[in-house]
């Protein structure tokens, strides 16, 4: 079945210092979110890309959406403690019934 | 708009025990999704609804495991019997697809322990 994947499992970051998190997921998708978790909490929306090729901003969040909108990444740059937590892609294929698939999930933690 | 409402937000209970949980949506949403996540699986998705009918189900592990949308402010997903396997927080989360984005809004969830 589909499936969405995401690199790496885990990724423990100092403080300062850049985080990436790449989604692949194994048919072409109509459009793909994002969500953060933090620990304890709840999935929360962050960002939806829709076009090929697509790069969205959102402070020092930067989200791209592969040509073959196939594949995802998330870049943090400079990661503050306020970023721990758990990154779920989430891709809506482009045929079938109305169902995101989320990914695996990176869970990053930043040392201080 | 509170958010989606869950309840109970803990569960404690002993194998062979029903289960049920509770959910109201985003008034006005009309989509309503249940997950469940776990350490080994990840968010999983139940079941789906629209408009208060179940649309696809085929993530319900088994026969034990229902859910219903009465209507369109409440859902419930009911586990008969439970089983210690069936540990994990479950969430609830609704939507209303027809805007620029159609993001999910999750609840809290409920924190389920089996026994």
């Known amino acids: 079945g589909q499936q969405v994947m995401q690199i790496p499992q885990y990724q423990h970051v100092q403080e300062g210092e850049d985080f990436t998190t790449y989604c692949n997921s194994s048919?072409?998708?109509?459009?793909i979110q994002w969500y953060k978790q933090r620990p304890g909490g709840h999935p929360v929306f962050l960002i939806q890309?829709?076009?090929?090729?697509e790069v969205k901003k959102q402070k020092r969040l930067t989200f791209q959406f592969g040509e073959a909108k196939k594949n995802s990444s998330l870049h943090i740059t400079a990661t503050q403690t306020t970023d721990v937590g758990t990154y779920f892609c989430?891709?809506?294929?482009?045929?079938?019934?109305?169902?995101?698939?989320f990914g695996t999930g990176t869970r990053l933690k930043v040392l201080a | 708009d509170a958010g989606v409402i869950q309840s109970p937000r803990h569960e404690v209970t002993e194998m062979g025990q029903e289960v049920t949980l509770r959910c109201k949506p985003i008034?006005?949403?009309?989509?309503l999704f249940w997950y469940r996540q776990t350490m080994m699986r990840g968010l999983e998705l139940l079941i789906y609804f629209n408009n208060n009918v179940p649309i696809d189900d085929s993530g319900m592990p088994e026969d034990r495991f229902s859910a219903k949308m009465p209507n369109a402010s409440f859902s419930t997903l009911k586990i008969q019997p439970s089983e210690p396997r069936d540990s994990a927080v479950y969430f609830c989360?609704?939507?209303?697809?027809?805007?620029?984005?159609?993001?999910?809004?999750f609840g809290p969830g409920t924190r389920l322990t089996v026994l």
């Open positions: 989430a891709g809506y294929p482009t045929s079938g019934t109305y169902k995101y698939i």
């Open positions: 890309l829709v076009k090929s090729g």
């Open positions: 048919t072409t998708l109509s459009n």
């Open positions: 008034s006005g949403h009309d989509y």
């Open positions: 989360a609704s939507s209303f697809p027809y805007l620029s984005y159609n993001e999910q809004f």
